[in-house]
Nanobody, 123 residues
Framework: EVRLVNSGGGLVQAGGSLRLSCAAS????????MNWVRQAPGKGPEWVSF????????YFADSVKNRFSMSRDNDKNILYLQMDNLKPEDTAVYYC????????????????WGQGTQVTVSS
């Protein structure tokens, strides 16, 4: 059974940092590209970032570029999202997600999702 468990969210002041984690199990994590998606209150899901299975290529939404970074530990089956210089508009529930087969950048529908972790940024 595929399982993605998100953690690391919390309340932080604007300008602060958080690191989110996504612990994966039940599938060959090191062979899957991974994504982060967020959903703010009252809004639809927004794709945030993508990392290739190898970890060598990453892509980010313009709204978080140069502030967020991704990494992964394929030995420990953990995905990370480092969020720096956080802004109030980053407030959302953050999910890691992946799918079988090829994924397009920016998509927001996936086969497998974490349960989400709340990030709240105060001004």
């Amino acid at each position: 059974e595929v399982r993605l468990v998100n953690s690391g969210g919390g309340l932080v002041q604007a300008g602060g940092s958080l690191r989110l984690s996504c612990a994966a199990s039940g599938f060959p994590f090191g062979k899957y590209d991974m994504n982060w998606v967020r959903q703010a209150p009252g809004k639809g899901p927004e794709w945030v970032s993508f990392i290739k299975s190898s970890g060598f290529s990453q892509y980010f939404a313009d709204s978080v570029k140069n502030r967020f970074s991704m990494s992964r530990d394929n030995d420990k089956n953990i995905l990370y999202l480092q969020m720096d210089n956080l802004k109030p508009e980053d407030t959302a529930v953050y999910y890691c997600a992946t799918s079988e087969g090829t994924m397009k950048l920016g998509m927001t529908e996936y086969d497998y999702w974490g349960q989400g972790t709340q990030v709240t940024v105060s001004s």
